[in-house]
């Protein structure tokens, strides 16, 4: 007997089959497949053949492939009793509960006392398919390993888009062929991690951005995450993700994160608009609207707090256009510099010996919002708190440390208790909007316990105190997912501020992230983190690709700065209500020396496109750079927004230089724009305007 569920919309079906009520398996998953399909024919025809030298039946790749079954590759369960034997169930079929693109499955093995059920789900706004696993025993058990429901790819997707990075170089995407055997990134950091974001992207050698096939993932957890991509003996492929490899305790209730899945015709830039429309209308909740105009001071002073320079670097930021004002790191304890007060969380009386009341009158009689930053999972020995409660920390006393810093027990509903009675003496008496929530330094140990902890925080103060938005800061990129996401508004991407630094990050987790939740700002004239001396155009105009802010003490600023950034500033705030709405699409470019993208409206009739010129060409003149996502048989007025800027090596006359293009999106689309020479380092933005018929 065969039973066959089909969850599917316009833009893709995912069919399953479970045999002789074995576990289910995906025999189908690409495009939109017709209501006419008949699913049982396409259950018998996944099945492969089998010759010389294997078993005489091919162990399915199902959702959670079983060792039982002579499963020749990583299996989806590990797991072992209270006496150490290792468990290998065979799971039968039990229930199912369906409503629409929602579908539950309950499967068991009452020889071993477990049932697995899992929960798979199709958006129907976003078409992203949500998968979660749950793992039920009737004793104690320790299981090493569950994965979230397990999916194939096809062989003729030869290639996988990996994440890798590190501290001010976060997103870095790496193209691997497959090849036979397990790719495996085990994240052990306790952190999503700079080096470990948990998404994935099997495609075709020929994928870009605006063409081809891509089965893209996310892996829904903020702690450290497994993911193995293998290709078995056979040729076949499968994509497993779960928690960490030993983060998961003994018990009886075992779950995996949701895990995010969808297929992409349309290239990268498919899969990539999901995910952002998702994070935006499902994910995120309660965010400002519109968005205000971000301020951080910790580039402006750093521990080094004074009110008088606070107030008048405030006065300088809200001339510029700020609208929310962030007090960063040095308010509380005794805190000079990193090696001492984290965990005492209340005011310093030396630099605030009227407390922060005074800075926020003025903040907000400036017409900011006050904001402030913390870090509450982490604590200095060199603390009240630590001297109090050296019980509380995680991980053995002999631990490496990290950035002058332990890291507290978030599993402790007494640790969890202290920091909400602490956090909540400061935003339940203050005015207080807004907090940077950092995290700065990796886990000693692995532990599920620690990230649920830190949700469960987050979820008190998040009902405690609705009015205030949490931005998620972890050395920068440290932990941004939508597990975090599901609590915050806003991500700090990177701790650089540098703006070609920051042209890659930005495009790269524009694969997952929309603007609206992705915090850039204009740095230093001078950048602290990188060095490099990049002039105010360049660093406005990349912070306004996404929710734009400041980072420098603004009394630096020449007249000429100023004016740019407040011009920049400006344009930013007279388009952000449609451009927090709109949908990303990186575009594919001859030159490697350019990063550009296109941000399209919801409703189609504008958008804004930004080429940034990274390095100097290795031609002469610029390529046309081919726009995508318009209506191609529309048309479009183009302007250049910022031509004042075209430098004077610029002897043609290309006709967007001195005047603005009407043009179809056809030709947009196919020929492309053709822009005036420009220095390395800087950046075209060009705004388009669909006319009426």
């Not at 199709?122 to 994965?147: G, M, Y």
């Not at 090849?179 to 085990?186: E, W």
Request: proline share 5%; glycine share 8%; aromatic share 8%.
């Amino acid at each position: 007997m065969i039973r066959t569920w089909h969850l599917g919309d316009r833009h893709q079906s995912l069919v399953l089959a479970c045999r002789n009520a074995g576990l289910p398996e995906v025999v189908y998953w690409g495009p939109a497949l017709p209501e006419s399909e008949n699913l049982q024919v396409l259950a018998k025809a996944a099945v492969m053949d089998v010759t010389g030298g294997m078993v005489d039946e091919n162990a399915p790749i199902s959702l959670n492939p079983e060792a039982s079954r002579t499963f020749p590759g990583q299996t989806g369960l590990s797991a072992r009793d209270a006496a150490g034997k290792v468990l290998a169930p065979r799971f039968s079929f039990q229930s199912e509960e369906r409503a629409g693109n929602e579908l539950s499955l309950v499967y068991s093995d009452e020889s071993c006392g477990l049932s697995l059920r899992f929960d798979l789900s199709l958006t129907e706004a976003t078409s992203l398919f949500k998968l979660k696993a749950q793992l039920q025993s009737q004793e104690d058990i320790v299981v090493d390993w569950l994965a979230a429901p397990v999916l194939p790819v096809p062989a003729y997707a030869d290639e996988m888009i990996e994440f890798s990075g590190r501290w001010c170089s976060e997103f870095l995407t790496n193209r691997l062929p497959f090849a036979p055997g397990a790719r495996v990134r085990d994240n052990r950091t306790g952190r999503t991690d700079h080096a470990h974001f948990p998404g994935l992207i099997v495609c075709n050698p020929t994928t870009s951005n605006t063409a081809g096939e891509a089965f893209a993932f996310h892996y829904v957890w903020s702690g450290g995450h497994r993911m193995v991509v293998e290709e078995l003996a056979d040729g076949r492929r499968q994509v497993q993700f779960g928690h960490a490899s030993a983060s998961l305790r003994k018990g009886t209730s075992f779950a995996t994160a949701p895990l995010y899945a969808t297929y992409s015709a349309d290239g990268l830039n498919g899969a990539a608009v999901r995910f952002q429309r998702h994070v935006r209308m499902q994910i995120v909740k309660d965010a400002r609207t519109p968005r205000p105009v971000h301020y951080n001071c910790w580039e402006a002073v750093y521990f080094d707090h004074k009110l008088a320079e606070l107030k008048a670097i405030a006065d300088r930021a809200a001339e510029l256009g700020a609208e929310r004002f962030v007090l960063d790191d040095g308010w509380f304890g005794k805190r000079d510099d990193d090696t001492s007060s984290l965990g005492d969380w209340t005011i310093d009386p030396r630099k605030y010996p009227d407390g922060l009341t005074p800075l926020i009158d003025h903040i907000t009689s400036l017409g900011m919002e006050f904001g402030i930053w913390y870090e509450p999972e982490m604590v200095n020995e060199d603390s009240d708190l630590y001297r109090a409660h050296p019980d509380w920390i995680l991980g053995p006393e002999d631990q490496t440390r990290g950035r002058q810093q332990l890291v507290l027990d978030m599993a402790r509903e007494d640790v969890r208790a202290y920091l909400f009675d602490q956090m909540s003496g400061v935003l339940g008496t203050h005015a207080v909007g807004y907090v940077k929530w950092d995290h700065n330094r990796v886990l000693p140990i692995v532990d599920a316990a620690q990230t649920e902890g830190v949700y469960t925080l987050f979820d008190q103060l998040r009902r405690a105190f609705p009015h205030v938005e949490f931005e998620s800061c972890s050395s920068g990129g440290g932990r941004i997912d939508f597990g975090i996401l599901e609590r915050t508004q806003r991500v700090w991407l990177s701790d650089s501020n540098d703006a070609l630094e920051r042209q890659r990050i930005q495009h790269d987790a524009a694969l997952f992230l929309p603007a609206s939740v992705t915090g850039s700002h204009v740095g230093p004239r001078h950048c602290h983190t990188s060095g490099r001396v990049i002039g105010m155009s360049m660093r406005a105009w990349t912070a306004a690709q996404r929710h734009l802010g400041f980072e420098m003490d603004p009394r630096e600023l020449t007249d000429d700065e100023a004016r740019m950034l407040k011009a920049v500033t400006d344009w930013w705030k007279a388009n952000r209500d449609w451009l927090m709405q709109a949908d990303i699409l990186r575009l594919d470019t001859i030159d490697p020396a350019i990063i550009a993208e296109i941000q399209v409206a919801e409703t189609g009739d504008r958008f804004a496109a930004f080429a940034a010129l990274t390095r100097p060409s290795d031609q002469i003149l610029p390529h046309p750079i081919r726009l995508t996502g318009l209506d191609p048989d529309a048309v479009y007025k183009i302007t250049l927004t910022n031509r004042d800027e075209t430098p004077g090596l610029s002897r043609g006359a290309p006709l967007l230089k001195y005047q603005d293009l009407t043009v179809s999106g056809r030709y947009l689309m196919s020929h492309g724009l053709t822009l005036p020479w420009r220095f390395p380092e800087t950046i075209c933005v060009i705004e388009g305007q669909r006319l009426p018929n």
